[in-house]
């Protein structure tokens, strides 16, 4: 069965059937086909992998409010079951796009208890009031947190969603689809440049090279938060830029020289034209960096 997959795996851009939609709201998707029961639908907040079949349809990621009409379309064309379920991965909280519209139609979705919580959710009494920015966008909170582990056994498939140790955010995980063999990490990979680790929610550098090493090597698939799906091999390569860049500045530190001084030496510089144009610029990776070294 390994074999099967890594094959499908190597055809060109991973069986790539790419159809571009609009919606009403000029969100745009693309559609990437890696086996006939698991797609990866791009859209504008990120990445989202999808199990379709005959039980249903499971989305996984961070879907912006303006695809769900059109993904629901897609997921019609796929599959005769209403069951949806959705889990929303970590996101800024400022940026988060709620439950993207898809409680209200009626699907299951659900949310790590600590990103939950930042949106008002997964409290011991009464809710707290809907985030403005979400009534604004007409989308709701996900009313189902989720601790550690959950799992679903759905479309011939095996998926099992974990909670890791912090490294974005404290409400990492990763969703580990066993017999397509593909794992998605939310913005642990970001997949569109340097990685964040976001200080205000709990976010830690050695955690989250903690979750990248144990996925990076091999053929294994690896969906990104944004860009296209690569590869085990592909994820080593982005950790050890990582090493490395943290290596340069933890001796720079040793040798006593200031944040600003860091900057200016410009340690990013041999990994910029790769990876320093994505969400997080060479400084603020630089930055991030400096202040996780500087803790310990």
Known sequence: MVTIVRKVLQLPLLLQLIGTFATGAQDVIDVTELTPNVLVL????????ASIGPDGALLIGTPSAASTARIAEVLGQRTKSGMHYVVIFPENSTHSEGDAGWGKRGAFVAMQEK???????????????????????????????????LTFDMNGEAIHIVHQSAGYSDADAIAH???????????????DGYPQVDIEQHGNLNGLMK???????????????????TNGDALKVFCDMIANVRDRIQGMIAAGQTEDQILAAHPTAPFDAQWGHGRVS???????????????
Do not use: Q
Request: zero cysteines; charged letters at 15%.
């Open 42 to 49: 791009a859209t504008s907040s990120g990445n989202v992998v």
């Open 282 to 296: 060479p400084d603020a990776f630089v930055r991030e960096i400096y202040s996780a070294l500087k803790k310990h």
């Open 115 to 149: 990103a939950l919580e930042r949106l008002g959710g997964h409290t011991m009494g009464s809710p707290h009031p809907i985030p403005h920015h979400l009534l604004e966008l007409g989308v709701g909170r996900p009313p189902i947190a989720f601790s550690e582990v």
């Open 177 to 191: 689809f066993h017999v397509a063999n593909l794992v998605y990490m939310g913005e642990v990979f970001s997949g």
């Open 211 to 229: 979750t990248l090493n144990s996925w990076a090597g091999g053929s294994i698939g690896v969906v990104p938060a944004r860009g296209k799906v």
